[in-house]
């Protein structure tokens, strides 16, 4: 019985060192100058009419400007679409039908493929 726990325990070890002898590392000596890089702000929105002026204000503020400012339209039946462009954000009309899935992570995927940025950050339209 011993032996078969030590032939357990020499066949975990062995078949844990093959799974995890290719285990990716983060490089240290990345270039995490963000001046480099090009920064894509995608912000889903469905009827955020009031948040939108807020938020898209603050961004025109930072120091650091995006690349680009998208707004993915998530079918607004109010004025969402008409502020995010006065604002000058880039408004993506989410197709319904191009999917399986709707609402907020919908959105976010569909801003993330039509995005042109090095690194995406993806922010709600009620924040600043």
Do not use: H
């Not at 983060?26 to 955020?48: F, G, H, T, V, Y």
């Not at 604002?87 to 493929?113: E, H, L, Q, T």
């Amino acid at each position: 019985m011993i032996y078969l726990y030590g032939v357990f325990i020499l066949v975990t070890l062995i078949s844990g060192w093959f799974i995890l002898w290719k285990v990716p590392f983060i490089n240290a000596k990345q270039d995490n100058n963000l001046q480099n890089k090009k920064i894509s702000i995608i912000i889903p929105a469905r009827n955020e009419e009031n948040n939108l002026p807020v938020l898209l204000n603050s961004l025109n503020n930072q120091t650091l400007k995006p690349f680009e400012v998208l707004v993915i339209d998530d079918d607004s039946d109010d004025r969402t679409v008409e502020v995010a462009e006065e604002w000058g954000a880039r408004v993506i009309r989410f197709p319904k039908n191009s999917m399986d899935w709707v609402g907020k992570s919908a959105a976010c995927y569909y801003g993330a493929k039509v995005a042109q940025g090095d690194l995406f950050y993806f922010l709600d339209a009620d924040i600043f």
